[in-house]
């Protein structure tokens, strides 16, 4: 064995510095595997709940202390309950070897053709009373609404997205999920609001697009099949008979900025593990 001044032993540092690697590889892999889902709030909820527990026994709170540790102690098995669906998709992809797969870049595809695409089918749809319900992924997972339609993948077109939505057809009825230019899923079932300010002149699309709205930060788009009129929700709000600038700069701003936070937290994330 190699021994360095002060006794230490040479090769039972690099084991350590080896495992050390291995730990933060894998810890940083699963954060940026749940990144984007509801799991992370869930990761956020078992770091408050294990503050209070260490103030609680810091400063000797005994019915904290106790209420804490029942939370911890059970808290396992209400995490498996809960989070079942994202448990088996996360396992799925280790089974894939997405857990070790390089992360894609998030601006390898330009929002102006995207939104091109978008505002060019809205525009075909509104003109011929055409209902359609485009939700656009951005931060919040979608993925346990996508699995509630059909599967596309396909890169998106305003052709494609306008075939989908078109009467008759298979897959009209529904709402279509988007993935930066990709077309997820069609025919997807959303979560229906039960908020009491929504306006009963609107149909089930609209408040579909509030539901998702309320519970992702998912960007969704409404084209009435009554009045042909255009709405869009973000985090629990309407705005509704948007022209097709109004759509398009509202598409674009929010694009614009969540592919900067993307990028930001992606830098950050490749410093910390460089580092």
Not at 182 to 210: D, N, Q, W
């Amino acid at each position: 064995m190699y021994m360095l001044d002060g006794g230490f032993d040479l090769v039972e540092m690099l084991r350590i510095g080896v495992d050390i690697a291995l730990v933060w590889y894998v810890f940083y892999k699963v954060i940026m595997l749940i990144r984007g889902t509801k799991a992370i709030q869930l990761v956020k909820g078992i770091v408050v709940v294990l503050s209070v527990r260490i103030i609680s026994m810091i400063f000797d709170l005994p019915t904290l202390q106790w209420l804490t540790y029942q939370a911890i102690l059970w808290g396992f098995l209400a995490i498996i309950i809960l989070f079942q669906p994202e448990l088996r998709r996360a396992l799925e992809q280790i089974g894939r070897g997405g857990l070790f797969a390089r992360t894609s870049k998030t601006s390898e595809y330009s929002i102006e053709e995207t939104v091109s695409a978008i505002v060019e089918s809205c525009s075909y749809m509104a003109k011929r009373r055409i209902g359609a319900l485009i939700t656009i992924e951005l931060e919040t997972g979608t993925g346990e609404y996508a699995e509630t339609g059909i599967p596309i993948n396909g890169e998106l077109s305003h052709q494609l997205l306008t075939n989908i939505f078109t009467p008759n057809t298979p897959l009209h009825d529904g709402a279509v999920i988007l993935k930066q230019d990709t077309i997820v899923a069609a025919a997807c079932y959303l979560p229906l609001s039960e908020s009491r300010f929504i306006s009963k002149e609107l149909g089930t699309r609209h408040r579909a697009a509030m539901g998702i709205s309320e519970v992702t930060d998912a960007l969704t788009i409404v084209v009435s099949e009554e009045t042909g009129a255009i709405s869009c929700t973000k985090n629990g709000e309407l705005r509704r008979d948007m022209d097709l600038e109004s759509l398009r700069d509202f598409l674009i701003g929010n694009l614009s900025l969540n592919l900067k936070s993307s990028e930001n937290k992606a830098w950050k994330w490749r410093g910390k593990k460089n580092g």
